[in-house]
């Protein structure tokens, strides 16, 4: 084993990054603004979120928002000037609205707005906000009582007048409008709804409606059999003419996720919807922590972001008078380009550049043709950070299961030294439909410098089931193939990195959360050399899942029946009755109020492999917090408690 060398982070280095969220540009391409926040999934104030405002041409940035807010959300005026947001004091307090200008110093406090406004809106026109509520008449039920699989009540879209600050409804639907995404000139709203997005027993039907606002008039494009958890992406081109439709391809699953998305494009003069051909069968990049940036229009066209694995490519697609035309942009930043925004003319963009060892910044660039040039740094986030070793990463691929290609991620240790054997920390995503990106992605959920800065390399498999590796990739673990295809993949990443001479076979650890935390599981019942284990939000027991919705649904996509319509097959399968096998010391987390993972079904996994095992264990719960924890002082116990057990097993044990 190499030595490990001396830490130089700590943890708030990776809890407090700086994070450049939600970023717009404005269609003359002069105006950008973000979201500067500390921390990820932080409930605010705590993210601290600051508004920011970066003169594109000029490369000079300032705040918008004042020092003692925090901001939620923001929208900017298709005039490019005009901006709405919404904060609440660092100090704690409601959330108020404020309306200003960027060239202004001071914003104007918003009267007579609602919580409903303050949570989501977008600018429809200039003068005007759009946001979804509830219909007049119809409270929230403020009763201590759930009923279970209720049919909610319907949800509309409404305006608010910055005049005036007259509210008024827009649309009398009486379904659940669940995404929209207004024209930039007013005229149109695009939204789709159902009766019960969240139904998970048959998959909710959700139409797809053009409202003119000038009208009240509905124009029914189609309707579709989705997922509950499908959130597609609408983007309508600068000058109005046509919207944009992410559409989820989800083959034969009767509970559809985000697993592969392809492009539609409807132009309302005409009232032509049609397929935009990307020639990729991968279709386009899905992300699911990162929304609306998959399709960005400009006049004749857009960028899109399409699905490559690790490494999303960025094309252009622009409409001819008969024909689609998709190229494949040239420059040193694509592959690395994991949002953009383009001017209204596509001849000048600005995209988040990261990688697995660079953490994000800001650029902006012109477009020569199909090139990307001279690209200009706009953002200096975490200079502490990045001032320090980081070490570096490599996307990396072997034979998994099925003899299948599979790829991961390697990031080495500060000082990594070639032909030294180094200790291995598997970190597996969460999902199962996501994927591990040659992104940077550190969290408190996956801190992965802070375990190569103890002198780790530590591998991310996309295992079998991971997104933006295809349909098929992202279909293969169904009808029972949930724990194997993806163990084995692991099994044989670990085998890769030592047939390779990078990492001793006989010191490996394993962290994850979510379904990371689950394969951790299934992994250490499996192989019982693995040395140390952490398991975030993780479950070995599929039966106590079906008491929470996610828990349901992944049994029905993935097994085709619940556990108490087979319980045979879930008894071969699920880890938790192989727990006698453990010989891995395990720690367990999870949040007492995760709605995704039950704490049920991880109480079960800890009593079952404690009594199955005399190897240590561990269970540790935080009071009151959700599968994404939202307090510093939850975060930061988590990550503590895992490189302290990681470090007693693994890295310096003897």
Do not use: C
């Amino acid at each position: 084993m190499a030595a490990a060398g001396t830490p130089t982070l700590v943890p708030s280095d990776i809890l407090a990054m700086e994070t450049p969220g939600h970023f717009t540009l404005s269609y003359d391409g002069g105006n950008l603004l973000y979201i500067r926040s500390t921390g990820s999934d932080l409930t605010p104030p705590q993210n601290n979120g600051t508004l920011m405002y970066i003169d594109v041409r000029a490369a000079t940035e300032r705040p918008l928002s004042g020092p003692g807010e925090s901001v939620t959300a923001y929208a900017l005026a298709p005039d490019g000037n005009t901006v709405v947001y919404a904060a609440m004091p660092r100090a704690g307090g409601p959330v108020s609205l404020y309306h200003t200008h960027v060239h202004d110093t001071r914003a104007k406090r918003l009267d007579n707005t609602s919580e409903e406004l303050a949570g989501d809106f977008a600018f429809l026109g200039n003068d005007r906000l759009i946001f979804t509520g509830a219909p007049a008449g119809v409270d929230p039920d403020s009763s201590d009582v759930i009923v279970a699989d209720e049919a909610p009540d319907p949800v509309i879209l409404k305006t608010y007048a910055l005049r005036d600050g007259t509210l008024s409804p827009l649309t009398a639907n009486h379904d659940v409008i669940t995404i929209w995404a207004p024209s930039p000139d007013g005229k149109y709203v695009l939204f789709k709804a159902a009766p019960d997005p969240e139904s998970w027993q048959a998959g909710a039907p959700f139409r797809y409606v053009l409202f003119d606002t000038r009208t009240g008039q509905e124009q029914e494009l189609f309707t579709s059999i989705e997922g509950y958890q499908d959130t597609n992406q609408f983007a309508w081109s600068p000058d109005s003419t046509i919207v944009y439709i992410e559409r989820f391809a989800n083959g034969g699953l009767r509970y559809p996720v985000e697993d592969a998305a392809y492009l539609q494009a409807y132009t309302p003069a005409t009232r032509t919807l049609e397929d935009v051909p990307l020639g990729w069968d991968r279709g386009l990049f899905v992300d699911i922590f990162n929304e609306d940036i998959e399709v960005n229009p400009f006049n004749g066209g857009a960028y899109l972001l399409l699905a490559d694995g690790t490494n999303p490519k960025l094309v252009r697609a622009v409409k001819t008078s008969t024909i689609w035309q998709v190229s494949l942009m040239d420059g040193k930043d694509q592959g690395n380009i994991f949002a953009i925004e383009s001017d209204r003319a596509g001849s000048s963009i600005v995209y988040n550049r990261n990688s697995a060892s660079s953490p994000p910044q800001l650029f902006r660039a012109g477009i020569d043709g199909n090139t990307i040039t001279n690209p200009v740094q706009l953002t200096r986030l975490n200079p502490d950070l990045v001032a320090q070793d980081l070490g570096s990463s490599e996307v990396t691929s072997w034979n998994g299961a099925r003899g299948e290609t599979v790829f991961g991620v390697v990031r080495y240790p500060p000082g990594y030294v070639a032909g030294n054997k180094y200790p291995l920390v598997l970190v597996i995503h969460g999902g199962p439909d996501y994927a591990d990106f040659d992104s940077w992605r550190d969290t408190w959920e996956f801190p992965y410098h802070l375990i190569t800065d103890n002198g780790a390399v530590t591998l991310s498999v996309n295992y079998h089931g991971s997104t933006n590796f295809g349909l098929d990739f992202a279909r293969s673990i169904e009808n029972g193939h949930y724990y194997d295809l993806p163990v084995e993949d692991l099994q044989t990443g670990v085998n890769h990195l030592a047939a390779r001479g990078i990492i001793n076979r006989s010191e490996v650890g394993v962290t994850g959360w979510s379904n990371g935390g689950i394969l951790s599981l299934a992994l250490i019942v499996k192989d019982p050399t693995i040395r140390a284990a952490v398991s975030g939000a993780g479950s070995a027991d599929d039966f106590s899942q079906v008491a929470n919705t996610n828990g349901i649904v992944m049994n029905k996509m993935y097994y085709a029946k619940s556990p108490y319509e087979d319980p045979e097959a879930y008894v071969n399968i699920s880890p938790v009755f192989r727990a006698e096998k453990r010989r891995t010391p395990l720690l367990m987390m999870i949040g007492t109020d995760d709605i995704q993972v039950d704490p049920a079904g991880a109480w079960v996994t800890y009593r079952a492999y404690k009594e199955g095992s005399p190897a240590p264990i561990r269970f540790l719960l935080f009071q009151n917090q959700p599968h994404h924890m939202t307090t510093v002082a939850t975060q930061n116990r988590k990550v503590q408690e895992e490189l302290a057990w990681l470090d007693q097993y693994l890295l310096s044990a003897p």
